[in-house]
Structures are given as structure tokens and as C-alpha cells.
């Protein structure tokens, strides 16, 4: 097994994990916040979705994010991935849904697959540089997106795929499984 391949595992782990943990978050949870301050499952599972998306096709192959061709409700490609305000991320949650998202996230990941597929363990050290159009848009010339595409200058392909394709989401995936207990009186 080459490296690409072990990536690729992780990715379909991952993305069975995000399946899993999303699909337990009731309608009646999706626009909760875990805690004053932090953002509602609905929103992080939107953004779990949007980071894989714009890891692979905005900062590694220098594009589009596949989300400005989808036709999902709530789905809105003018937002940046990360970064925004808190009203902001409360009205991405507010616009979309569980099953969008779930969606999306499968053709984000799906995506990731695909790409990995075609490229050899060398091609897994190139550092892509982040892309003039990652700022494109007024929403995207926010500082807090602005400072976090910053943090993440130099990363390599590979690191991009195990930082915040997988280690990220997995934590927010842990957010949402120990709020969901908590909302709904569960000890952990």
C-alpha cells in the first residue's frame, strides 16, 4: 500500500464518521449552540463539508469550490469555508440542512478520493501556495479567514489532507457527538 492509498482510507473513514455523527443531529438540534460562543451543529457540520471542499479544489488544485456547482439548498458558494462571524455561520445553518450537507459532504469527500486516486506519493510533498481567487470575494476579505489562510501557508499536500481534512473534522465531529449527549441528558 502506497501512501496515497493509506490517505484515501483515512478520507473514507473520515467521511463515514462525519455520515455517522451528522445524521444523529435532529432537526430540533441543528441551530443549537453546544455553548455560549460557539457555533450550532449546524453550522459545523456545514463546515466540515465546505473545509474539504475548499482544501482539495480551491487551495490544492487552484479552483473552484465544487459547492458553487451544486444545487443544494443552503449550499451558498459565496461564503468562505471558515472565519466568518457568528451571525454569518448562524445564517449558513439557518439556509441549509441536514441532508444538504450530508450531500455535500459526500461529493466533497468523493472528490478527495478521486484526486487521490490519480496522483503518485510524490506529488503528496508538493505546497501549494493559497490561491489569488481564495480571496476573490468581500466575504472571503474577512480578517478571521484572512488570518487562518495565513496559519496555514506551507503546508504540503499530505499534511493538508491529514490536518484539516481529517484531524479537524474528527475533532468537530467530537463536538458534535458530546454536545448531542449532553442535549439530549446522556452521560458520557
Do not use: K
Request: overall charge negative; charged content about 20%; aromatic content about 8%.
Amino acid at each position: 500500500m502506497n501512501a496515497t492509498h493509506v490517505l484515501q482510507q483515512q478520507l473514507v473513514n473520515t467521511y463515514a464518521n462525519v455520515n455517522d455523527v451528522v445524521s444523529q443531529i435532529r432537526d430540533g438540534e441543528w441551530l443549537r449552540h453546544p455553548y455560549p460562543g460557539a457555533p450550532s451543529l449546524g453550522f459545523t457540520a456545514w463546515h466540515i463539508a465546505a473545509t474539504a471542499d475548499w482544501a482539495l479544489n480551491v487551495w490544492v488544485q487552484d479552483g473552484r469550490e465544487l459547492r458553487a456547482s451544486l444545487d443544494l439548498p443552503g449550499i451558498n458558494p459565496a461564503m468562505p469555508p471558515f472565519g466568518m462571524t457568528a451571525e454569518a455561520a448562524d445564517a449558513i445553518a439557518e439556509g441549509t440542512s441536514r441532508d444538504a450537507v450530508l450531500e455535500y459532504a459526500r461529493v466533497a469527500y468523493d472528490a478527495w478520493a478521486a484526486w487521490l486516486d490519480g496522483i503518485a506519493d510524490s506529488d503528496l510533498d508538493r505546497v501549494p501556495g493559497v490561491p489569488p481567487h481564495a480571496l476573490l470575494l468581500p466575504q472571503h476579505r474577512v480578517p478571521g479567514y484572512v488570518e487562518e489562510l495565513e496559519s496555514m501557508a506551507g503546508y504540503s499536500v499530505a499534511r493538508i489532507v491529514i490536518s484539516p481534512c481529517n484531524g479537524h473534522v474528527r475533532g468537530h465531529l467530537g463536538e458534535i457527538a458530546m454536545a448531542l449527549s449532553v442535549f439530549r441528558g446522556r452521560g458520557i
